[in-house]
């Protein structure tokens, strides 16, 4: 049967970022000019290409500029090894300084949390790369104050457009459905739980529960073993929002509500919904039913307790789904080939049920500055086509069974394995997909809104109190 990978993460890859689209900007702002890949210092210019003869012009793209020209992102080499996602862009790369040897493509790459504060550093010193990864949150603010090109002409003379996906557009766009980004690497869900099939069937289930009374019911099994219900790490403060409440808070609000949020259509993070979804979270993290490290904890550290057996199940991204699988295919296959998925569980008082979270959080930007210089532009234009387009498309398709901006039709899924088709089921096919919050609205305000809701799951404040405060921070800011 024909498919479109629709964003699609299936195998033992995916970027983090959306994680992460995922995550927030919590962190100790680097060294503005330093460079790092996977968190090791790097020289500034990572595995250059050849100066060659700087006068000419390169005769294989056409291009004629023949300077420099400077790309930030965060897909280490680490990071690339079993993540589709992060080994496509860094392909595409490779393929690109092969085809302009003319041209001096310096790579500043950094760790998914360091970028986000660097780049951070670098748009409040109007010192942006000429190209960069633009997270969706910081598109509307970086527009209005000049920072980030206009791209829409750019998005629809491409050569490529009429393949672009249009939906995943939207967190790139200003009020006026101005384009500041192409949306880049490949998209997937932030909210999966991935449990163990058989530590649940010996608990008495056939399949993760499908009701929030059924955990806590089954929490008292999992106790008794000394094995946490649920995995889950909020030590960075933005999982709690990207990996839980962006898919439990729809389920109590629906999604209009965070459209109208978005829209400024009369929403608010006071209305008694969203207040429900937050004191269905405060009361689900006292419950028990996850570690008790829980806000102290990284993702990275607490899917680590799903793979030693320390927890029967565990929610995160897409990118732990990845280490996950990987870790599990070379270490123990028999706890991989018991791998499953599912949604969170139903909840009373709750409006919807059976949703994850999906999208494309980053898009690939390029700093105002850069028209200043048209032959430069022109370069810096070509390379985001390179990355966003089929060619990139067609790798991670044909190597991951993923996708990204660009639609690819006929992709064989037979040639993966069960776990792997399972997860595209999960992803695509049976469940309803909602928005990401931190993808839109902006940093103002999720900053506010991350800090005080990990407060609140420590028992340091109240549900009214963090929908007020992040209220007032919504107004102010956006």
């Known amino acids: 049967m024909k498919k479109k990978i629709v964003s699609a993460l299936l195998c033992v890859s ?55 020209l400077n790309i930030m992102h965060y897909s280490t080499s680490e990071e690339s090894e079993g993540n589709g996602g992060s080994d496509g862009f860094r392909t595409m790369i490779a393929e690109w300084k092969e085809a302009n040897p003319n041209i001096n493509l310096v790579e500043n790459v950094l760790a998914n949390d360091e970028y986000k504060t660097q780049i951070a550093t670098l748009a409040a010193a109007d010192d942006l790369p000429d190209v960069f990864l633009l997270q969706g949150m910081n598109t509307k603010a970086w527009a209005e104050q000049g920072l980030v090109l206009d791209l829409t002409d750019i998005v629809n003379e491409s050569p490529y457009a009429a393949d672009y996906k249009e939906e995943f557009f939207t967190p790139f766009k200003d009020a006026d459905g101005k384009i500041y980004g192409l949306p880049a690497l490949t998209g997937g869900t932030c909210t999966v739980v991935i449990y163990d099939k058989q530590m649940w069937k010996d608990a008495g289930y056939d399949q993760f529960p499908t009701t929030w009374d059924e955990v806590l019911a089954a929490k008292d099994y999992f106790s008794g073993q000394g094995i946490d219900t649920i995995a889950f790490g909020n030590g960075g403060k933005w999982q709690a929002n990207s990996d839980f409440m962006s898919t439990v808070g729809t389920m109590f609000t629906g999604k209009d509500w965070f459209q109208s949020i978005i829209d400024k259509g009369g929403a608010a993070f006071t209305d008694q919904e969203f207040v429900d979804a937050l004191t269905f979270a405060q009361e689900a993290f006292n419950s028990g039913v996850f570690n008790a490290d829980f806000n102290a904890v990284t993702n990275e550290d607490a899917r680590e307790y799903y793979i030693a057996g320390d927890a029967a199940a565990f929610i995160g991204g897409n990118w732990d789904v990845s280490y996950i699988m990987a870790t599990l295919l070379e270490g123990d296959e028999e706890k991989y080939n018991n791998i499953g998925f599912a949604t969170f569980p139903s909840v009373d008082g709750a409006k919807e049920s059976n949703m994850q979270n999906i999208g494309m959080g980053y898009g690939m930007a390029i700093n105002a500055k850069v028209a200043e210089d048209p032959e430069k532009l022109a370069a810096a234009i070509d390379l985001i086509y390179k990355l966003t387009g089929p060619d990139f498309a067609n790798f991670v398709a044909e190597k991951y069974a993923l996708g990204g901006l660009t639609a690819v039709d006929d992709v064989d899924l037979s040639g993966f394995d069960q776990v792997t088709q399972d997860f595209y089921n999960f992803s695509y096919v049976d469940t309803t997909a909602v928005e990401i919050y931190d993808s839109y609205v902006s940093s103002a305000v999720w900053d506010v809104f991350n800090t005080e809701l990990q407060d609140m799951l420590n028992g340091d404040t109240d549900p009214a109190t963090v929908a007020a405060d992040t209220q007032a921070a919504y107004e102010e800011n956006y």
Do not use: H
């Not at 330093?34 to 003869?53: H, K, L, M, Q, V």
């Open 14 to 68: 995916m970027v983090a970022t959306m994680v992460a689209g995922c995550g927030g900007t919590d962190g100790t702002a680097a060294d503005a000019n330093a460079s790092t890949d996977g968190g090791a210092a790097a020289p500034a210019t990572e595995a250059a290409a050849d100066e060659g003869d700087a006068g000419a012009a390169d005769a294989g793209s056409g291009l004629t500029y023949t300077g420099d």
